[in-house]
């Protein structure tokens, strides 16, 4: 987040969207050691650069039919990308899915895109144990790890690109037509 914070520059405002995983440590404490409440350590916020804010969705350009709406979650299930286009009036970046997808919905003000930015884990990590299982059951497989780099051009939004991951071993990613691969440190 360090170097995010450092790339993006000193007049950007840095925000968090969160969804239901960052939750899951404030919600288990607060049911399970009520009395922890307030110890520094305990929330989801003590470990978060306090740079950056966090909020349950993010505008960007505006709030017109030019704005992009960002938040983890609109509408879900398959298809979320157009259901959230559909419902919002903009385009709408989500990752609940955790898929990799960009739906183009056109009409008479120009192109808006509902995008699905996946998620950024691998799939295999701890996190999604027990979990990827029954969201597979629920025909939510074509799960990926990526994420979307946005660009705006005289307040328009482009075509969005996912950087995708392509073999999580072996470090291999895609990004506009390329492969590359990242070295694993240790």
């Known amino acids: 987040m360090a170097e995010i914070a450092e790339i993006a520059g000193l007049d950007t405002e840095l ?7 960052d939750i899951r440590l404030d919600t288990f404490l607060s049911q399970n050691a009520a009395a922890c409440e307030g110890v520094k350590g305990f929330a989801l916020r003590d470990h978060i650069d306090p740079c950056w804010a966090m909020a349950w969705q993010v505008e960007i350009n505006g709030s017109g039919p030019n704005g992009v709406l960002v938040r983890h979650r609109f509408k879900s299930a398959a298809g979320a990308g157009r259901a959230n286009v559909l419902a919002a009036g903009c385009s709408v970046i989500s990752s609940h899915t955790h898929q990799a997808n960009a739906t183009r919905i056109s009409n008479s003000r120009g192109h808006l895109w509902g995008v699905d930015t996946c998620c950024i884990a691998a799939l295999n990590s701890r996190a999604f144990v027990g979990y990827t299982e029954i969201a597979a059951a629920a025909g939510m497989s074509n799960w990926a790890s990526a994420f979307v780099v946005l660009t705006l051009e ?5 075509p969005p690109e996912h950087v995708l991951v392509l073999d999580e071993a072996a470090g291999l990613w895609s990004w506009r037509g390329k492969i590359y691969r990242t070295e694993t440190v240790h």
């Not at 925000?15 to 995983?21: C, F, Q, R």
């Not at 005289?154 to 482009?158: P, Q, T």
């Open 154 to 158: 005289n307040g328009l939004l482009l």
């Open 15 to 21: 925000v968090i969207t969160v969804g239901n995983y």
